[in-house]
């Protein structure tokens, strides 16, 4: 019994449109329930409270009165009801408002659980449409109130960064079920259940996406645009900077930048590592070939190549070179070197460095053992 009543449970979480059907049929249910057992003493003061929530558009309108007689008039909220009334009527605007805000809530969460879920638009499905329902409750009939609210909130700005579109009109859509509950309740009922279906129909036919035969190109042009970005250093870290850095917190910068650290220096120990690697190699399997390496840092690797290597033909025996590093509009040419009898490396590495201006910046020799 309690794995069936627990399986029910699940499965009423998991499926939203058995949840919805569950829910809205709960709340009618009890609406009439509570309208027949309410004792027959409250239930003449809970029509005159409720009569202005409930088909007030089909009702006849009063004659018109001039702009001075309704503020001469309008010192109570709603003329020709009580206040405790008046609080009835707030207290239930706002009670139904919220019962039929829920449902707009859960459909969000649940149709944007995968992309462009904010919990801040949830707070304010379920919270902006209470209050929009006790506010309409309060200054209908009312023009003094009116014209107070609209100066309050000229005031007082509300404001909001949505990044997508559907989360605005999402907010649009609880602001007038919360007017229509303080207005007219069938139509804000009308507006909840139109709007979850009409959400929901949409998100399972995925309406309006891409069409296959579009699908292929767009994700090639995503790819390479994503690449051209990618290949120019200076916009890939300004796009960084600006999607992903302002977004973190101190301590996930923090944290960011440890792993930075980390990073490089795993890189820098690879790089040297292999630099070490290189010239071991060198020095082991052709140690008896050559005396020691000379460092040649040049501005332009590819013109001073040739006019080095016509210096190593006068004053070396043989040469080869190691690697070869750029950094910083610089390159350093590693080579090993053997000497001709009677030449030392170091009056080599003079020679390379005057005669190979201008792009020999400077050269540093090494002696090996």
Not at 36 to 49: G, I, K, M, T, V
Not at 86 to 99: M, R, Y
Request: charged share 20%; aromatic share 6%.
């Amino acid at each position: 019994m309690t794995n069936t009543l627990q399986d029910g449970i699940t499965k009423v979480q998991t499926n939203i449109i058995l949840r919805l059907v569950l829910y809205y049929g709960a709340l009618a249910a009890l609406a009439t329930a509570l309208w027949r057992f309410l004792p027959p003493s409250l239930h003449q003061h809970l029509r005159e409270a409720v009569s202005p929530l409930v088909g007030s558009v089909g009702a006849v309108s009063a004659p018109a009165q001039s702009v001075s007689d309704l503020l001469a008039g309008a010192s109570t909220p709603l003329p020709g009801l009580a206040p405790q009334s008046v609080l009835l009527l707030s207290t239930i605007a706002g009670v139904v408002a919220l019962a039929l805000a829920l449902p707009v809530s859960w459909v969000y969460m649940f149709t944007r659980q995968k992309k462009g879920y904010s919990q801040s638009v949830v707070h304010s499905l379920i919270l902006l449409p209470v209050v929009v329902a006790i506010i309409a409750a309060l200054v209908r009939n009312s023009l003094a109130l009116a014209f107070s609210l609209a100066g309050v909130v000229a005031a007082v700005r509300f404001r909001t960064t949505l990044e997508d579109s559907k989360d605005a009109v999402y907010v649009f859509a609880v602001t007038a079920l919360g007017l229509a509950c303080g207005v007219q309740l069938e139509v804000g009922a009308v507006l909840s259940v139109l709007w979850v279906v009409i959400i929901l129909v949409l998100w399972y036919a995925d309406y309006a996406r891409t069409p296959p035969s579009l699908e292929g190109a767009r994700a090639e042009h995503h790819m390479q645009r994503a690449m051209a970005i990618a290949n120019r250093t200076s916009q890939f870290v300004a796009r960084l900077d600006r999607e992903i850095l302002d977004t973190m917190a101190p301590a996930q910068l923090e944290a960011l930048q440890s792993r930075l650290d980390k990073r490089r220096g795993e890189l820098e120990g690879k790089k040297k590592a292999k630099t070490t690697t290189e010239e071991i190699a060198v020095q082991d399997e052709e140690g008896p070939r050559f005396d020691g390496r000379i460092t040649i840092t040049v501005s332009d690797p590819d013109a001073a190549q040739p006019a080095i290597e016509s210096l190593f033909e006068a004053q070396l025996k043989r040469w080869k070179m190691v690697r070869l590093e750029r950094e910083d509009g610089q390159a350093r040419m590693v080579y090993a070197i053997r000497a001709r009898k009677g030449t030392t490396l170091e009056s080599v590495a003079q020679t390379v460095e005057r005669d190979g201006a201008p792009y020999v910046a400077r050269t540093e020799v090494e002696r090996w053992a």
